[in-house]
């Protein structure tokens, strides 16, 4: 992919417990000719560092190459010009919204603004729970990633885990609300999407409903439900492209 080729920019965020390798199907799934005029980018957490490790991987000639962090600034200021779409699974939607960046699209898959449910806001997962599974992944970690795997409905391999970088995003959904964010991008330019799945049993529709309903119905969009677990993306990306592939090929 030459610098003249690239039309638009995807930057990715997977969810806890996998990693950029989450977005391999999907991006074999878009045609040849969006993948070669697309710069596709996924932050990594690296929860397997053994994978890869935390920082930026870029999708270079069929292949993701690492680069730090900080590479993001460099692409952001390199690119300016181009249109820029979000799209992050879980707790990756929210990781999107850290970042600087005048985006063109966000799209949440099986994404939140907030994980845990409160007495305003009964949908979502009670802080007792998160709590309990915090406390069990600091004895065992790797039959807790296993455990949420199966309630995900997609497993990806791993031998060695990076406790820290798991443990701290755990522990950021007990009081995570990044709603203010959202709004922000959206008051800059940014159109939201979304889908929620009907078999989701870590992000049901009530709560992508409660998270996205307002902020999709103040631009006319609705939030897009299918019959899917919370990982279908990594397994079935098909169900995903046709909504997709217009976003991405928005001037």
Not at 137 to 147: F, H, K, R, S, T
Not at 205 to 230: R, S, V, W, Y
Request: hydrophobic content about 45%; some cysteine; aromatic content about 8%.
């Amino acid at each position: 992919m030459t610098q003249a080729n690239i039309q638009r920019v995807l930057l990715l965020a997977h969810g806890w417990g996998y990693n950029h390798r989450f977005f391999d199907p999907l991006v074999k799934a878009l045609p040849n000719a969006m993948r070669e005029t697309t710069l596709l980018a996924c932050l990594e957490a690296g929860y397997f560092d053994d994978q890869a490790p935390s920082g930026l991987m870029v999708y270079t000639e069929g292949e993701w190459i690492h680069h730090p962090l900080e590479t993001l600034h460099s692409l952001v200021l390199a690119h300016a010009n181009l249109p820029w779409l979000g799209l992050g699974h879980s707790l990756g939607f929210s990781k999107l919204l850290d970042f600087s960046v005048r985006w063109r699209g966000l799209i949440s898959a099986h994404g939140f603004t907030r994980f845990v449910s409160n007495d305003a806001q009964p949908e979502g997962t009670a802080p007792r729970v998160l709590a309990r599974m915090c406390r069990k992944a600091e004895q065992n970690l790797p039959e807790v990633l296993n455990e949420f795997h199966e309630r995900c409905g997609f497993k990806t391999p791993f031998t060695t885990l990076n406790k820290e970088a798991l443990m701290i995003d755990l522990h950021s959904m007990q009081t995570l609300n990044s709603a203010t964010a959202l709004q922000a991008a959206l008051s800059n330019g940014a159109e939201l999407f979304a889908w929620a799945g009907l078999q989701d049993k870590i992000v049901p529709p009530p709560l992508a409903q409660a998270c996205f309903n307002e902020p999709l119905n103040n631009q006319g969009n609705q939030l897009i439900t299918l019959a899917a677990e919370h990982a279908e993306l990594a397994r079935t990306p098909a169900l995903y492209t046709g909504a997709l592939l217009p976003l991405l090929n928005t001037p």
